[in-house]
């Protein structure tokens, strides 16, 4: 009965270990990619205050529409970049978090 309490406390504790180590990779990821976002959005923003100032500064049409289309591509093309960026740090993420439980998953198929 001793040695059932004890593989009980034993087992409730690695679990709470596993979770602890799970909980501080999903804080650590969803951190870097807060971080990663928020310098996006600051790039973005820079990007977009200089393209408008070239727009203003331009003498015709045809340099204004240069520039919003030069804008528009470099815009689209950084949006996708930054969100495949993203997606392999969620990725990532992922792995990190179930890493713990890779050990018990073996564990239990035997």
Not at 8 to 13: A, S
Not at 68 to 76: E, I, R, V
Request: glycine content about 8%; proline content about 1%; cysteine-free.
């Amino acid at each position: 009965m001793l040695n059932n309490i004890e593989d009980m406390q034993k087992l409730g504790k690695d679990n709470m270990d596993m979770a602890m180590e799970s909980f501080g990779s999903v804080t650590k990821g969803m951190q870097a990619i807060a971080a990663e976002v928020a310098d996006y959005q600051k790039k973005s923003f820079e990007d977009g205050s200089a393209a408008v100032e070239k727009l203003v500064a331009s003498k015709t049409l045809d340099k204004a529409f240069e520039a919003q289309a030069d804008y528009m591509k470099t815009s689209y093309e950084g949006f996708v970049s930054q969100m495949t960026k993203i997606g392999e740090m969620v990725t990532d993420l992922s792995k990190d978090v179930y890493k713990p439980y890779e050990g018990l998953m073996g564990k239990m198929s035997k």
